[in-house]
């Protein structure tokens, strides 16, 4: 009997370790940022998830979008930057 539930023992934890712990906060989703009123809200609420995670095409699909609604032709890094800090105070 012990050897069994050390042997589950192991496998519950060599589970743990290669799915690996989940420490990234609450992304937000591209539906919370379209719900924004202003253009600047919904552009800052989209450059917050991209600071989070970076590598989600569809969030930088829609902040090319909210861009261009906003009637922007470009914005910057530093604007973005400066928008996410501004979106992340507002919470």
Do not use: K, N
């Not at 719900?35 to 569809?58: K, M, S, V």
């Not at 090319?64 to 919470?91: K, N, Q």
């Amino acid at each position: 009997m012990r050897y069994w539930t050390g042997l589950l023992i192991v496998v519950v934890f060599d589970a743990a370790v290669i799915a690996g712990p989940e420490s990234r906060a609450p992304e937000p989703r591209i539906a919370v940022c379209a719900e924004q009123t202003a253009p600047d809200a919904e552009i800052g609420c989209l450059a917050r998830a991209i600071q989070i995670d970076p590598y989600r095409r569809d969030l930088w699909v829609a902040l090319d979008h909210a861009v261009e609604r906003s009637g922007r032709a470009t914005i910057t890094d530093a604007e973005l930057t400066r928008a996410a800090l501004r979106f992340r105070a507002a919470r």
